[in-house]
């Protein structure tokens, strides 16, 4: 598998701002896409970033909230716009191969809204 | 809609017992299914896939078993050590492969020394 780069880590923000979160991966992939996991719960899938054109939102995520980028097979950005405390969530990007290959995840950026 | 459910939501056992966490998916037609473990303040590491067409995978300690038709896998692991503690998760990849995962909740899995 691959290995994908993510950052910021984590940051504390003050509600009302944005914060980008960006995926570099270290080989082309096929899919990216980019996911929310609240406290105690599981991963929920925000989108998936599609190269080159609009992500493709799941329901309940919208793109004027989560604006996401993909210019290219290898990096992928994350908008969190105007956020507030509810906002507050670990954010995980993914990527595959397609087919029957491992999706393999970032570090994941622990955000905080204050 | 594709839902996960994992059992139990957490386990605490001793150093050296084999267990095993169920997984079991609402919907049966899936691509495949993977499992990863989760550290905490990390991400998740894969740690086996299974195709849709298979019934286990191993690796090492780890052997996970689908059973399509009714909806459940299994992840078995044998020897348990302080190392495997940890949240394991379970993914289900629908819609052909192209679209992302289902996951449930995760078990969070204790080995005490």
């Known amino acids: 598998s691959a290995v994908i780069s993510q950052k910021p880590s984590r940051d504390i923000c003050q509600r009302g701002t944005s914060l980008t979160i960006q995926c570099q991966v270290d080989s082309q992939v096929t899919m990216m896409f980019w996911y929310r996991q609240q406290p105690g719960q599981s991963l929920t899938l925000i989108a998936t970033a599609n190269q080159g054109s609009e992500a493709t939102y799941e329901s309940g995520f919208v793109i004027d909230k989560f604006p996401i980028s993909r210019p290219n097979l290898t990096f992928s950005t994350l908008t969190v716009s105007n956020m507030s405390p509810e906002d507050s969530s670990i954010y995980l990007c993914s990527g595959d191969r397609g087919g029957n290959t491992e999706a393999f995840f970032g570090q994941g950026t622990r955000l905080t809204v204050v | 809609k594709q839902e996960v459910t994992q059992i139990p939501a957490a386990l605490s056992v001793p150093e050296g017992e084999n267990l095993v966490l169920n997984c079991s998916f609402t919907d049966s037609a899936i691509y495949n299914l993977q499992w990863f473990r989760q550290d905490p303040g990390k991400g998740l590491t894969s740690l086996l896939l299974?195709?849709?067409?298979?019934r286990e995978q191993t690796s090492g300690r780890l052997n996970a078993s689908l059973d399509k038709s009714s909806g459940r896998s299994t992840l078995y692991i044998a020897a348990s050590q302080p190392g495997d503690s940890a949240t394991y998760l379970c993914?289900?990849?629908?819609?052909?492969?192209?679209?992302?995962?289902?996951f449930g909740k995760g078990t969070h899995l204790i080995i005490q020394p």
């Open positions: 993914a289900v990849h629908s819609g052909g492969g192209a679209d992302g995962l289902t």
């Open positions: 299974i195709q849709s067409s298979q």
